[in-house]
């Protein structure tokens, strides 16, 4: 199994060809809008815009699940993205990552990493060929060195 076994929607609620993001190292990330690590948004972007031409991307998951932290519809949560942190890296449907509804996807990625979603704003870095290779405890900011290191490896 591999990330693109997936069917998943953007935060427009278009199916997702994963063929965008075939030989990219990618970066999955639970996020929320009234979180304290909300700030990360702009980190996102940062290591986004640094490496977007470099074969990586990151994915964020907008999710509910801790602390009701992430209220807002579809089309708000883009809006609120865009207007505070100019997020130009994919955004996808609101999901569940953790709990009895918990997507699909994150029940892969929790099973492959034996890690449980924690918090929001944990991270989970897929290689090249859509495997999953390693969990980020959501404290962990986006631009870690240990992070970059992976990304240029």
Same mark, same amino acid.
């Given at each position: 199994?591999?990330?693109?076994?997936?069917?998943?929607?953007?935060?427009?609620?278009?199916?997702?060809?994963?063929?965008?993001?075939?030989?990219?190292?990618?970066?999955?990330?639970n996020?929320?809008?009234?979180?304290?690590?909300?700030?990360?948004?702009?980190?996102?972007?940062? &290591? #986004? /815009?640094?490496?977007?031409?470099?074969?990586?991307?990151i994915?964020?998951?907008?999710?509910?699940? !801790?602390?009701?932290? %992430?209220?807002?519809?579809?089309e708000?949560?883009?809006?609120?993205?865009?207007?505070n942190?100019?997020?130009?890296?994919?955004?996808?449907?609101?999901?569940?990552?953790?709990?009895?509804?918990?997507?699909? &996807? #994150? /029940?892969?990625l929790?099973?492959?990493?034996h890690?449980?979603v924690?918090?929001?704003?944990?991270? !989970?870095?897929?290689? %090249?060929?859509?495997?999953?290779?390693?969990?980020?405890?959501p404290?962990?900011?986006?631009?870690?060195?240990?992070?970059?290191?992976?990304?240029e490896?």
């Open positions: 199994m591999t990330l693109s076994s997936f069917d998943i929607q953007d935060i427009q609620g278009n199916p997702v060809d994963w063929e965008v993001f075939q030989g990219k190292k990618i970066m999955l990330v996020t929320a809008s009234e979180c304290g690590l909300t700030p990360q948004y702009e980190q996102l972007e940062a &290591l #986004y /815009q640094r490496f977007k031409d470099a074969n990586f991307t994915i964020a998951f907008p999710s509910n699940d !801790f602390g009701a932290q %992430e209220p807002g519809t579809n708000q949560i883009a809006a609120f993205c865009k207007k942190y100019g997020v130009s890296f994919p955004l996808m449907d609101k999901i569940s990552v953790t709990g009895p509804e918990q997507h699909p &996807l #994150y /029940q892969w929790c099973a492959e990493t890690e449980a924690t918090w929001n704003f944990q991270k !989970f870095l897929i290689n %090249e060929s859509g495997e999953v290779v390693e969990s980020i405890d404290r962990v900011l986006p631009d870690d060195p240990e992070i970059i290191r992976w990304i490896a």
